[in-house]
């Protein structure tokens, strides 16, 4: 059974940092994209940040490009998103996803994932 555990959501004043996990499970995460979402209420689900897990290439949204970085750790198998730099606008549920294949450059689009967590709460305040 393949799972995707989120953890290390917070909250933090503007300015701060925090660094987000995904530890996957049942599934290897070689040969695959990995991609952090976030979605506020109401809202459309945002694709943030992605990395093809065998070449290190990362591909990032322009609202948080700069300030977030994506890695992956094959040998633990986990995902993370380090956020620098919080902003308010910051504030969402964060998803990570995943899904198997060749890929040039990672999507940021949602339909593209298979496998997704069940999200960690970020909050920043002013």
């Given at each position: ?92 549920i964060y998803y990570c996803a995943a899904i198997k294949g060749f890929w040039r450059r990672c999507p940021l689009g949602p ?16």
């Amino acid at each position: 059974q393949v799972q995707l555990v989120e953890s290390g959501g917070d909250s933090v004043q503007t300015g701060g940092s925090l660094t987000l996990s995904c530890a996957v499970s049942g599934y290897t995460t070689s040969g695959n994209c990995m991609a952090w979402f976030r979605q506020g209420s109401g809202e459309a689900r945002e694709g943030i940040a992605s990395i093809y897990t065998d070449s290190s290439v990362t591909y990032y949204a322009a609202s948080v490009e700069g300030r977030f970085t994506i890695s992956h750790d094959l040998h633990k198998n986990t995902a993370y998103l380090q956020m620098d730099n919080l902003k308010p606008e910051d504030t969402d549920i964060y998803y990570c996803a995943a899904i198997k294949g060749f890929w040039r450059r990672c999507p940021l689009g949602p339909l593209s994932y298979l496998h997704w967590g069940q999200g960690t709460q970020v909050t920043v305040s002013s």
